[in-house]
């Protein structure tokens, strides 16, 4: 099964994403991360992504297309099927995806977007936190760890809150993909793949929602 896993910034695509992939077992492969990653390891592709990803901006079509089409075409999504967090965030992204999974003999099963109210983003950004050592995410209210200061998944101690979460880069991001993200949201209705669940809801009613989806 290929998934796509659309929202706005803080929608809970990477909270929900750990759950579907868990029970789907398909390839979580989310655009953010491989940039987070790219940029601690100081790659080339890292040094690149940077000048983009401090200002909340968009890395250019070019990047990422070329990163998620390389990925795409690796054994094990082949293999298991996908689920791609926070990709396509451009139209060109999303035909270029479409010509991907052309070549590749492929297609998109679902896509689902998780619609939030642009206040709550805002508040459930600046709450996230991330472990240092394996990058699991909370929220200082709305998902603390179970055990105080101690990551759920890993059990290290240190969080940290992203350079882009900070106030001044959030609305700046939203206002940005959120003039992008509709015309994606029409192409994809269009093709009449497009699911649309309420992500206002806890996190466990999203996740109901999405499993009705996916069955
Ligand atoms: P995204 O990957 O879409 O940017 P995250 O999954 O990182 O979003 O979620 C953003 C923040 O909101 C995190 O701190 C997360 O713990 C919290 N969160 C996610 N889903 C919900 C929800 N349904 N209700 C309350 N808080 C949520
Ligand atoms: P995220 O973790 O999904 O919030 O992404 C963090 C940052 O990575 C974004 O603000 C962008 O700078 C960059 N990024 C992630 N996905 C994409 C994408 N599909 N297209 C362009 N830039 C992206």
Redesign the pocket.
């Known amino acids: 099964m290929n998934i796509l896993l659309m929202?706005l910034?803080?929608?809970?695509?990477?909270?929900q994403s750990e759950q579907i992939a868990n029970d789907y077992l398909v390839v979580h492969i989310a655009t953010g991360d491989i940039f987070r990653q790219a940029i601690k390891e100081e790659t080339p592709l890292g040094l690149e992504a940077k000048r983009y990803t401090d200002h909340g901006n968009l890395v250019p079509d070019e990047i990422t297309n070329g990163l998620v089409r390389e990925r795409l075409s690796q054994e094990d999504v082949k293999a298991n099927g996908f689920m791609l967090d926070g990709y396509p965030r451009t139209i060109q992204q999303a035909k270029a995806l479409s010509e991907n999974m052309d070549s590749l003999g492929s297609k998109i099963d679902a896509v689902i977007y998780i619609d939030v109210d642009p206040e709550v983003l805002k508040a459930?950004?600046s709450?996230?936190i991330s472990c240092g050592n394996c990058g699991a995410?909370?929220?200082k209210l709305?998902?603390p760890p179970k055990v105080e200061d101690t990551c759920d998944a890993c059990g290290a101690h240190e969080f940290y809150q992203r350079e882009d979460d900070k106030p001044e880069k959030v609305a700046h991001r939203i206002n940005l993909q959120m003039e992008s993200i509709q015309p994606i949201l029409e192409y994809y209705e269009e093709l009449g793949l497009l699911h649309r669940v309420n992500?206002d809801?806890?996190?466990d009613q999203?996740y109901n929602n999405i499993r009705k989806i996916l069955g």
Do not use: C
């Not at 910034?9 to 909270?15: L, N, V």
């Open positions: 929202g910034p803080g929608a809970g695509k990477g909270t459930r950004l709450g996230r995410t909370y929220h709305y998902n992500g809801d806890s996190i999203v």
